[in-house]
């Protein structure tokens, strides 16, 4: 039995898709900055072997989430549960820096456009959830 796996195969697998492939292409590399050199992009700096664990944990929680959210990229059982942990981490990411932003004050453009486009790819998951079909 030989079974081939495309990405897409239509338009509508292309719309279905194209937020999961532009959050691996981000979150993995930001995975890795966060547990290596926060302080590269982003104005951290870790202290203590607790924090540095708490970051390489993220990088961990971050790398798991791609790879479930490639699995929905290259085989469809996995698209509708790629697309609602997608949606799920990006509005969470996305509301928690909206609640940062009232509590904390304005962070640095990288995390106001993070909050930008984490919003936008989790809303735009809930709108593909809601026209895939059943």
Known sequence: MTYKTKMFKTKQDFIAKIHLIISV????????????????????QLQTIDEHNFFKAIMG??????MLWLLGI????FLKTAIVTNFVF??????GRLLSFF???TPTFGYQFGTFAELFLGFYGVWVLTRLKK
């Open 61 to 66: 929680l971050y790398i798991g989430f791609s």
């Open 90 to 95: 990006m509005l969470g990411l996305g509301f």
């Open 103 to 105: 509590i904390d004050g």
């Open 74 to 77: 290259f085989k469809q059982q």
């Open 25 to 44: 292409c981000i979150v993995i590399p930001v995975s890795f900055v966060y547990a290596f050199n926060p302080g590269f992009k982003f104005n951290i």
